[in-house]
């Protein structure tokens, strides 16, 4: 392929020049540059009187790495219809309505696309070239600007920038992942984008600076989870962050070893099913949020401690060691969701034994799994002498 340069002076090197052409536009068109080795008839002429019969057609430039940093065509739109330039690889340039005139200019001959500048000769009714308003997520279809939104996807931790601003991140990865926002002061207030995990892991997202995200310092997507990210140029806040039906009812495994708070964070909030493991080392309280939500919590902890379900200002529901229990926060308390069943083993609070074999009801009743002895020999000497009577042994008996 042969790349034309600046050469000599910084003069520009043209392909062969052909001044004028005219063109009936029927269908969509591509211009090639009038070399020795092209074949088309539809050239690329310093000036092109176009009559476009038909509406909603487009002509695409040439490849503008085959030419230099100058090269101008003119085009006038001769017919009734708008028609639409485009760069080599599709991008519109600009909309020309019928009787108007517009000369377009290669500025970057580094890709086959270009960088193309256009330029609206005198008209009787001038008109706003929608290509050349089209900022982000904002894109230009004929002469109207219509909205846009890019999507990009991504499977390492990226960092989101200005210019992200109205672009779709869905995360592919397999497992987890990062999606870092800049400072909310940077970007200023009413910039956003949309994040989607399509992935196996979760996406969590960091606000840079002491912004925070939905008031939180950092804001966990679970797989199906997506929504809107908007700045009001201090924070960040979320549209429509939800997830996906599939994963309404989930479950998960949380190791509270030790003893006093723990307070349910990141992605250990919006579960299901709560299984609460490990070695308690003194009495425990489960904090969740005071938000309305419900809780299924199995206690599989080990130590002879107390574990409670609590929310962060109000009451809380204790689970036996052992045992399993629907609740739910109401907004301020965590309350018992299940009052008319009994659950099993009953504690020996409750009227129960607390056990579910003979020899540990036994020992949670105060005992030993053999049971505690009621008579002993000095203990049965006492009773027969109380009754004034000496036991005497006779044929085996008393």
Same mark, same amino acid.
């Given at each position: ?14 392909? @062969? ?25 539809? !050239?690329?002429?310093?000036? *092109?009187?176009?009559?476009? +019969? ?37 991008? /519109?340039?600009?909309? !020309? ?22 330029? /609206? ?9 929608? @290509? ?14 219509? /909205? ?57 997202? +960091?606000? &840079?600076? *002491? ?20 700045? &009001? ?7 429509? $962050? ?21 307070? !349910? ?10 299984? $609460? ?5 003194? &009495? ?45 926060? &109401? ?14 083993? *009953?504690?020996?609070? /409750? ?35 109380? !009754? ?11």
């Amino acid at each position: 392929m042969t790349i034309y340069t600046d050469v000599f002076g910084g003069a520009n090197i043209y392909p @062969s020049d052909v001044s004028y052409s005219s063109l009936t536009l029927t269908t969509d068109v591509i211009l090639s540059w009038p070399e020795e080795t092209s074949t088309s008839t539809n !050239l690329a002429t310093r000036i *092109i009187d176009v009559n476009a +019969t038909v509406a909603s057609r487009s002509i695409f430039l040439p490849n503008a790495s085959q030419a230099a940093n100058g090269e101008t065509i003119l085009f006038n739109n001769t017919g009734a219809n708008t028609f639409v330039v485009k760069n080599a690889t599709g991008t /519109q340039i600009v909309s !020309l309505a019928a009787g108007t005139v517009w000369q377009v200019y290669l500025t970057n001959n580094s890709t086959e696309a270009g960088s193309w500048v256009s330029l /609206q000769y005198g008209a009787a009714v001038s008109a706003a070239n929608a @290509s050349a308003l089209a900022g982000t997520g904002i894109i230009a279809i004929g002469t109207l600007l219509s /909205q846009s939104m890019p999507i990009v996807q991504f499977n390492t931790s990226y960092n989101a920038g200005a210019t992200d601003r109205a672009k779709m991140y869905v995360w592919g990865g397999s497992g987890a992942g990062g999606l870092d926002l800049p400072n909310a002061a940077t970007v200023g207030n009413n910039w956003f984008m949309y994040l989607n995990n399509a992935g196996g892991g979760d996406v969590t997202v +960091t606000p &840079d600076g *002491i912004c925070t995200i939905d008031g939180l310092a950092t804001k966990t997507y679970q797989p199906g989870n997506s929504s809107v990210i908007v700045s &009001d140029g201090t924070d960040y806040y979320t549209i429509g $962050f939800g997830q996906s039906a599939v994963f309404i009812f989930d479950y998960t495994v949380i190791d509270v070893s030790g003893s006093g708070n723990y307070v !349910l964070a990141g992605s250990e909030l919006n579960r299901i099913v709560y299984k $609460f493991t490990g070695t308690l080392s003194g &009495d425990i309280d489960i904090v969740v949020p005071d938000t309305v939500q419900q809780y299924w919590v199995d206690n599989a902890t080990t130590g002879a401690y107390v574990l409670t379900v609590i929310s962060t200002t109000g009451t809380g529901v204790v689970i036996n060691q052992g045992a399993r229990a629907i609740l739910y926060c &109401d907004g301020a308390d965590v309350i018992d969701a299940d009052t008319s069943t009994v659950a099993f083993p *009953i504690s020996v609070a /409750q009227g129960g034994t607390g056990a579910t074999s003979a020899g540990n009801a036994l020992i949670n009743l105060g005992g030993t799994a053999t049971g505690i002895p009621i008579f002993t020999a000095a203990s049965t000497a006492a009773v027969w002498s109380s !009754l004034g009577q000496i036991p005497s042994v006779s044929g085996g008996t008393f």
